[in-house]
């Protein structure tokens, strides 16, 4: 069964630090681009970072570009990110997504996890 499950969101105050975690399971994991989307109230899902799957490679909206970074380790199938200097506007649904495609558009991609909320206060 493929499963993806984001964990580790919460309540921060705004300048804190979170990091989320994504295990992935049922899927040849190394052979997918890893994303994290998120979903403010009232907004739609925005890809918000990638990581490819064995290369390396990443990728970071300009909204996160600097704050927070993407990791994966392939032998555990565990995706991070690790959100820092976080602001008001981080406040989201935090979803990881896998995708065979190098992609920013949700519709490619093959595998959804579960949201974790994240909150940061001001």
């Known amino acids: 069964e493929v499963q993806l499950q984001a964990s580790g969101g919460g309540l921060v105050q705004a300048g804190g630090s979170l990091r989320l975690s994504c295990a992935a399971s049922?899927?040849?994991?190394?052979?997918?681009?890893i994303a994290w989307f998120r979903q403010a109230p009232g907004k739609g899902r925005e890809a918000i970072s990638l990581a490819s799957g064995s290369n390396g490679n990443t990728y970071y909206d300009d909204s996160v570009k600097g704050r927070f970074t993407i990791s994966r380790d392939n032998a555990k199938n565990m995706v991070y990110l690790q959100m820092n200097s976080l602001k008001p506007e981080d406040t989201a649904v935090y979803y990881c997504?896998?995708?065979?495609?190098?992609?920013?558009?949700?519709?490619?991609?093959?595998?959804w996890g579960r949201g974790t909320q994240v909150t940061v206060s001001s």
């Open positions: 049922g899927f040849d994991f190394a052979k997918y681009a």
């Open positions: 997504a896998a995708s065979r495609l190098w992609t920013v558009d949700g519709s490619n991609y093959d595998h």
